[in-house]
Each structure stands twice: as C-alpha cells, then as structure tokens.
C-alpha cells in the first residue's frame, strides 16, 4: 500500500524557515515524480513544485521561487521541502503526492494526509 | 500561465442526482486534465486523468469528458459519500494549476 507522511509543519515566524520531509512506502520512490501542493484555509489547491525521480529537473510556483527548494533523497525514500524566508500567505496545509506514472504528466495518484504550516508573529 | 475556471463553485442536490462540473482553461491543453475530489480535512482523491480515464477503484458513475479548453466531470447518480469539494487540474504545462473548486453539498 502506497503511504506518503508528511512531517515537518508548524508555527514559524515571518522570515522564517521550515523544512518539511514526506515519508514515502508501498512503492519504488526512485521510479516517481513527486510535488508539493498546498491549500491555504478554506482556499483551493496550489501547486508548489515538482521534482523528477532523478531529483535532475525541479520546477516551482513563482510564489514560492527563490525562497523554497525542492529535494529527495531516493536511498531515504523521503521528499523535502526546505522553506526560507516564510510569510504570512505560505500559511497552508502543505501535501506531498505521487505522481500517476513512471512517464506522463503530473497527474498524482497518491496524496498524504498534509502538514499545517502556519506563518504568524 | 494557464488558468482553469471551474463551474459552479458551489452546488446544492439530492441523492441520485446527476450532476455536472465544467471546467474551462485559458488555453488549449489537449486532454491533459485530471479531477480530484477532496472530502474536509483529507488530502484529494485522483477520480479521472487524461481527461477522460478512470481512475482505479473510482466508482463508474463517475466519469469525465472534453478536450482542448473545456472539460466536464459528470456524477451520473449522486450517492451520499459524493458529497466533497471537486476540483480539475492541467498537467499539460508547469506552472501546473488547479481550477477554484466545487463544493458539492446535500439539498
């Protein structure tokens, strides 16, 4: 069974950093794209990033460009999130998901349960 | 970027309704949507990829439709755990998107 936990979220301050980490099991992690996507209270899905299984080629949000840097450790099996220089509008339920396929578009298939990071003084 | 604008945002029916959602892009994006239904404080659920194929272990009422910049995710028979937000996304280009959301509730 695919599992995907997230870790890492909580209370920063304005400036501030997290870094947040996605368990992955129940299947190849190395053969996978992965993404985060996150969903500020009572809004909609946001796309964040987008790593291949190679971790090679990295894409990102321009909101969050420059500031959040997408990673994976494949002999871990574990996704990263490393958020700088946090603000009040990264305060979100953050998600890590798989994607469908081992080729194709970033169609996800699995979704973890998220981790709240929230942005106040 | 491509922006998705889904309609309704919100929807009121009955059980065994049938109910559509529309999804409309800012550009043509070939079949390249997905639709995830995402019940309160859960991660979203893959129903429908490549626009058109359902996903595993989705139930058959479900089903979707469309090309290029418009899209559809019909619920044939509306069944009490239907009940969630539904929302489309376009893979054919990053920055991915996601559509605004459709809240599906009991009338």
């Known amino acids: 069974e695919v599992q995907l936990l997230e870790s890492g979220g909580g209370l920063a301050q304005p400036g501030g950093s997290l870094r947040l980490s996605c368990a ?7 053969d996978y794209g992965m993404t985060w996507v996150r969903q500020a209270p009572g809004k ?9 299984k190679g971790g090679d080629n990295i894409f990102y949000a321009a909101s969050v460009r420059g500031r959040f840097s997408n990673s994976r450790d494949n002999s871990k099996n574990t996704l990263y999130l490393q958020m700088d220089s946090l603000r009040a509008e990264d305060t979100a339920i953050y998600y890590c998901a798989k994607k469908l ?8 298939d699995h979704w973890g349960q998220g981790t709240l990071v929230t942005v106040s003084s | 970027d491509i922006q998705l604008t889904q309609s309704p945002s919100f929807l009121s ?12 892009a800012s550009q043509g994006i070939a079949s390249y949507l997905a639709w995830y239904q995402q019940k309160l404080g859960k991660g979203p659920k893959l ?4 626009a058109s194929t359902l996903q595993s272990g989705v139930p058959s009422r479900f ?26 996304q376009q893979v054919n280009s990053f920055p991915l998107t996601f559509g605004g959301g459709t809240k599906v509730e009991i009338k």
């Open chain 1, 24 to 30: 992955a099991s129940g299947f190849s992690f190395s």
């Open chain 1, 44 to 52: 909609g899905l946001e796309w964040v990033s987008s790593i291949t």
């Open chain 2, 47 to 50: 129903l429908i990829y490549s």
């Open chain 2, 13 to 24: 029916a009955s059980v065994g309704d049938r109910v559509t959602i529309t999804c409309r």
């Open chain 1, 101 to 108: 396929a081992v080729g194709g578009r970033d169609q996800l």
């Open chain 2, 63 to 88: 089903s979707g439709s469309g090309s290029g910049t418009e899209f559809t995710l019909t619920i044939s028979s509306l069944q009490p755990e239907d009940f969630a937000t539904y929302s489309c």
